[in-house]
């Protein structure tokens, strides 16, 4: 059974219990979602042929220092870094380190920042130098993927209809959507109620209502859907070793639809590459 409780009335912890936010946490949740975003925006000057994962992690962590926001990812369940960079096969939760990025790889920079106990939560792809058609399409597709399922989000919709709007894409497009890793709620919480399926029927899975808050995130493999966990517990890699892309928004249900919260301030959130 679905619940939906007013989130000052909820302890600050998962309960399972679907958090309904007031004008006051959207001020809030304004306001981190910006600086993530504007993070992100950045990186766009920084990531280039030579760039290790951990100077882009660097960049992260000094980025929110600036402005009072902490990495949620930062010591996260023992997680040491302040975001996740996550290069061509790896699908998510690629642990920065001082590996060079080259001229033709794809690489995720997902980062999570907590101002004033709210969490802006968002990821983008970023070209390293010319890409491969192959490359490019998948940025394309995963991309659109994302933007379709937010355009599911409504009062009255489901987290079944998200899921259904980006698999029925995905899928049309020839590539598949991976199963293991969802959207999640998120606010007070890092990762809340409920869980925002990537796949799925119309009309499944908990209604969605004005005031709730989530990450929709999908990953999307140009092979087969499978992942495994590497060895450091934390790095996932397509099973098939085929290319893998992710795109990240954090939002709210409104009255008439949906309000992002992560949008780009310069409109680099997703920018069409010119292939090799």
Known sequence: MVSYVNYKDAPVKYTGQIRIYDEEAFVGMRKIGRIAAECLDALVDIIKPGVTTQEIDDFV?????????LPADLNYRGYSKSCCTSINHVVCHGIPENKQLHAGDIVNVDVTFIKDGWHGDTSRMYPVGL?????????????ES??????????????GDIGAAI??????????????FCGHGVGL?????PNI??????????????????TIEPMINLGKPGVKILNDGWTAVTRDRSLSAQYEHTMAVT?????IFTLSQNNTFYVPVTGA
């Open 167 to 180: 698999q029925r894409y995905a899928e049309s497009e020839r590539c598949s959507v991976v199963r293991d």
């Open 131 to 143: 890409l491969k058609r192959a490359s490019e399409r998948l940025l394309e597709v995963t991309h």
């Open 61 to 69: 962590f000094a980025y929110g220092a600036d402005r009072d926001a």
């Open 255 to 259: 009255k008439n639809g949906c309000e």
């Open 146 to 159: 994302l933007m379709r399922g937010i355009a599911a989000v409504k009062p009255g919709a489901t987290v």
């Open 189 to 193: 919480i890092f990762h809340d109620a």
């Open 197 to 214: 399926l990537h796949y799925g029927k119309p009309g499944e899975g908990p209604e969605l209502r004005e005031g709730m808050m989530f």
